[in-house]
């Protein structure tokens, strides 16, 4: 989780440097989702994520170097820095997106499943959204073929509270989104998105469930985003009093005071980690920085198949 937020304030250094451009969607707060959830996972199974991604990415087992070349624009980042932040793949860890458009992933991680339930594979696929997602239609088609196929599939919303700038309650007339999943006749429960144990806890117990074939299983992770929407949001519609409030629940703050007092983790191991994990970032940034950009005359590769090479 340190390596999360520490890698996220990275990030913003470098967009307001102007070393990173486009959309940039940070996660600082939502750590103990993308922490805990993946330590569920085996790296058979398949994620499929979405803009807000580098904590999923950076759980998966992406290495920092890449993730930060990637939004600088080399091609040696995940996605041959063509994708930025929005947009991190790599087909080698089974990490299917980075999808830019809210919901976007869900069709994909259903297809996935169908493909792994049709081979009579033991893996799952894991798709993380947002609440906002669960607005859309994109949504409710999923959901309803993946009970109807009792497919592989862990459903995980990450229910920060707002859809962009819109709170929940403006948004869905009931705001239990678990109870609106399990109206589909899929296994569904809240979860404490603060606490990474507790992540950690359901989703392992959601991903056995899955895999002894009862079907899809959601979870309603509810957490909080500490930042704005994007690095282009001035973060106007909710009150600096309700950021505060959560603050006090920060994931790693609540970690670190439970290893205090059950561990005897101490000021030292904190200094050390912290020591540790700035030196992870300095040595994958210097590396990011030094890989090539992409030749102009390359462009247009992996855009359209060249004429004769289509039968």
């Known amino acids: 989780m340190l390596l999360i937020r520490r890698f996220e304030e990275r990030c913003v250094e470098l ?3 102007g070393k990173v451009r486009g959309f940039v969607h940070l996660c600082i707060g939502e750590e103990a989702v993308s ?3 993946h330590r569920a996972l085996t790296p058979q ?4 994520s979405t803009y807000r991604e580098h904590g999923h990415a950076l759980a998966r087992g992406l290495p920092a170097e890449a993730l930060f070349a990637e939004m600088l624009g080399r091609v040696t980042g ?4 063509r994708g930025g932040s929005m947009h991190l793949f ?8 980075g999808h830019a458009i809210v919901a976007g992933g869900l069709p994909v991680a259903t297809g996935l499943a169908l493909a792994d339930r049709m081979r009579g594979t033991d893996r799952l696929v894991c798709c993380l959204f947002g609440d906002g997602a669960m607005a859309e239609g994109e949504f409710h088609e999923t ?3 993946a009970a109807l196929w009792d497919l592989p599939l862990l459903f995980v919303c990450e229910n920060n509270l707002y859809a ?4 929940l309650a403006r948004e869905h007339a009931n705001i239990d989104l678990a109870a609106r999943a399990a109206s589909y006749g899929m296994t569904a429960w809240v979860v404490d998105g603060m606490d990474v144990l507790a992540v950690e806890r359901a989703a392992h117990k959601a991903v056995r469930a ?3 074939g009862v079907g899809p299983v959601f979870l309603e992770m509810r957490t909080y985003r500490f930042r704005a929407h994007s690095m282009y949001d001035p973060d106007l519609y909710r009150d600096k009093a309700e950021v505060e409030h959560w603050k006090e629940r920060d994931p790693i703050a609540l970690l670190l005071g439970r290893v205090r007092a059950e561990d005897g983790f101490t000021d030292a191991d904190e200094e050390r980690l912290e020591e540790e994990v700035a030196l992870q970032l300095d040595q994958a940034l210097a590396a990011a920085e030094q890989g090539e950009l992409e030749p102009v005359s390359d462009l247009l590769k992996f855009v359209s198949t060249p004429t004769g090479e289509v039968s």
């Open 45 to 48: 199974d398949a994620v499929v």
């Open 15 to 17: 967009y307001s440097g």
């Open 210 to 212: 899955v895999r002894d």
């Open 78 to 81: 995940c996605s041959r820095g």
């Open 164 to 167: 962009m700038g819109t709170p």
């Open 143 to 145: 959901a309803n073929l």
């Open 90 to 97: 790599d087909a080698s860890h089974r990490f299917y997106g």
């Open 35 to 37: 922490v805990g959830v």
